[in-house]
């Protein structure tokens, strides 16, 4: 009987799968592809946030995540009025792409962190706080989850289902 190798430490790339929506939840990439970009300030009707306005706040709040787990100075942004755009939409259609890249690119960071074996997952993730790199990692994955999925929900009322999921 064969084997199966088991990863270096199963969790985490446990966390890492759980970051990337590889497990129950959709993947962000599969969530925003082929998003007409268009329709990203479109109000629906009994809905608090456009696709833009989900975009931009995952965008900035995994950003905040991350900047506060490596920045002991860090400021977040004020609640609520930072963390959401003022505008339903983008103002241009660049605006979409740069924002989809930049929360790919903290993602990345995160996953990068989580992965590192010199990194504690249950030591504090920077001296001063008490949250550890398990913590970050699990608000982030809790927090991406969630409003992904609220994304996806938006999609289909907008008539753009996701595609191959």
Same mark, same amino acid.
């Given at each position: 009987?064969? $084997? ?10 446990? /966390? ?7 497990? =129950? ?24 946030? $456009?696709?833009?306005?989900?975009l931009w706040?995952?965008a900035v709040?995994?950003?905040?995540? /991350? /900047? ?13 009025? +930072? ?5 339903? +939409?983008? =103002? ?7 924002t989809a ?7 990345? =960071? ?23 790199? /398990?913590?970050?990692? +699990? ?27």
């Open positions: 009987m064969a $084997t199966i190798p088991r990863p270096e430490d199963p969790n985490r790339e446990w /966390l890492v799968l759980h970051l990337t929506g590889m497990t =129950a939840h959709i993947p962000f990439e599969r969530a925003v592809k082929d998003f007409p970009v268009e329709l990203a300030g479109k109000r629906i009707p009994g809905l608090d946030h $456009t696709a833009w306005g989900l706040h995952l709040c995994q950003e905040d995540i /991350l /900047l506060y787990a490596l920045n002991e100075g860090h400021v977040s942004p004020p609640y609520p009025s +930072g963390l959401w755009p003022e505008e339903d +939409g983008p =103002a241009e259609a660049a605006d979409w792409e740069r890249m930049k929360f790919n690119r903290d993602l990345e =960071a995160v996953v990068r962190m989580v992965r590192d074996p010199g990194r504690d997952l249950y030591a504090p993730v920077r001296p001063g706080i008490d949250e550890t790199l /398990l913590q970050m990692a +699990g608000l982030v994955i809790d927090h991406n989850s969630y409003h992904i999925g609220q994304f996806v929900d938006l999609r289909m009322l907008l008539g753009v289902p996701v595609k191959d999921w």
